[in-house]
């Protein structure tokens, strides 16, 4: 009696243990299942609703993307790119750029993702002067940049005005 009671427990932990590992491997080889939560924080967030942000290389060159319009007339152009305050790239009148059908946006860690945070290379999408962006090329916002550059500007204002002043100073 002792020996199927021991059995029959064995039996139920071992099928417990083999359920909780099939479970588990299903899990993780499930597409999107476990996600970095970096791939989900958006790159910026601004309160400004109706503001769009230009995204340019550190270089100041505009990053476009390619439109094809079929209708009334085929053509090929390249529209500048803009974030808006979801950190979701879109051309200037607000429509999201698209691959696949689906918006991309832009992450905490840099990289550009579809809603199911698959990473989606560059040059897939944007390109600078005519051509596919090179992975990895850094990004940033031009009224961003700009400020950025100006409070730099600023600074070494600053620190010229007293150096001047310590010249001046040490002159008297």
């Known amino acids: 009696m002792k020996f199927q009671k021991v059995k029959s427990r064995a039996v139920l932990v071992g099928v417990a243990l083999l359920v909780f590992i099939i479970t588990a491997i299903s899990l993780l080889s499930k597409k999107g299942t476990v996600v970095d939560v970096t791939h989900t ?9 109706d503001k769009l942000w230009q995204v340019v290389t550190y270089d100041d060159e505009p990053v476009t993307a390619l439109t094809i319009e079929i209708y009334p007339k085929y053509a090929e152009n390249y529209k500048k790119v803009y974030i808006n305050y979801r950190s979701q790239f879109v051309f200037s009148d607000g429509k999201p750029v698209l691959l696949n059908k689906e918006p991309l946006f832009w992450n905490r860690r840099g990289d550009i993702i579809d809603y199911d945070y698959n990473v989606i290379s560059e040059g897939m999408v944007f390109y600078i002067s005519g051509k596919g962006m090179k992975p990895r090329t850094a990004m940033t916002l031009k009224t961003l940049r700009s400020n950025l550059r100006s409070n730099v500007l600023k600074e070494k204002d600053k620190i010229r005005e007293r150096q001047l002043e310590d010249i001046i100073k040490r002159g008297e």
């Open 41 to 49: 924080l958006p790159m910026i967030v601004f309160e400004n609703k």
